[in-house]
């Protein structure tokens, strides 16, 4: 292995920006990136990725993976088969990363890497049959798109963003903080609770996606793990944090 190009990835893995560090390394690239040599929040990727793959097959299917970070779940989903990946990302460096990763690996030809932020205006010609949009939309305003919106109409755009997707795909897996920009003075809800934000997104999806499934993280033997929503677990956990409190969502278009 090229030694310069482990260097390289070390440094755009490592290069400062509020997203850094987010996720875990896809197991392929800690082959020759161990984990003890960067510093990684794990965002609990395994356990999502874990999820939704009981639910939708992913052999021979195309994904768009949109804020793709430092692209997890693009290079595991192209360890289960998947045909083909397009990857969308705002930030430089990761996907720069990406990128350089995918040459490494030899599955760039699997590949298409786009270095900028979905904007959301039918600007996607191509459908797939899976996108991945999890935990972007809440930055709306910050990290993308019109920086004056107050946050009734942040809650307006979050949902026109996410019908907006409805040809593009048959799947979307979908998660969605509860604080616009990652503000915790910034609520979306009014409480903060796992049901306010599933009222939310299904009352505003009706007639064009359908709810397949919805998980939601719990703590099992000390391992998190997302089971199916529940009377039970639908019940904000406050000791688990503002993450594990996220539902994950299985939608399928219905167009």
Do not use: C
């Amino acid at each position: 292995m090229n030694n310069n190009k482990i260097e390289e990835l070390k440094r755009l893995y490592a290069k400062g920006s509020k997203h850094s560090n987010y996720q875990i390394l896809s197991k392929r690239i800690t082959e020759f990136l161990p984990p003890h040599t960067t510093e990684v929040k794990s965002r609990f990727e395994e356990e999502r990725l874990n999820y939704f793959l009981k639910h939708i097959e992913v052999k021979a299917k195309t994904v768009l993976d949109v804020g793709g970070n430092t692209g997890y779940f693009s290079f595991e989903l192209l360890e289960k088969e998947a045909s083909h990946i397009h990857y969308y990302e705002g930030n430089k460096e990761h996907s720069e990363f990406v990128s350089l990763v995918g040459d490494i690996l030899g599955v760039d030809i699997k590949m298409t890497i786009t270095n900028d932020y979905l904007n959301f205006n039918n600007e996607l010609s191509s459908k797939y049959d899976i996108i991945l949009l999890l935990n972007v939309l809440h930055h709306i305003g910050d990290d993308y798109g019109n920086g004056q919106l107050n946050i009734k109409e942040a809650r307006q755009k979050i949902l026109t963003q996410l019908l907006s997707l409805q040809n593009n795909t048959d799947y979307i897996v979908f998660q969605l903080g509860f604080n616009w920009k990652g503000n915790k003075d910034l609520g979306l809800f009014t409480n903060g609770t796992k049901k306010e934000l599933i009222d939310f997104i299904s009352e505003g999806i009706k007639g064009v996606y359908n709810i397949e499934s919805i998980g939601i993280a719990e703590k099992v033997n000390e391992q998190i793990v997302y089971k199916e929503l529940d009377d039970r677990n639908i019940k904000r956990v406050d000791t688990m944090g503002e993450f594990l409190n996220r539902p994950l969502f299985i939608l399928k278009s219905l167009y």
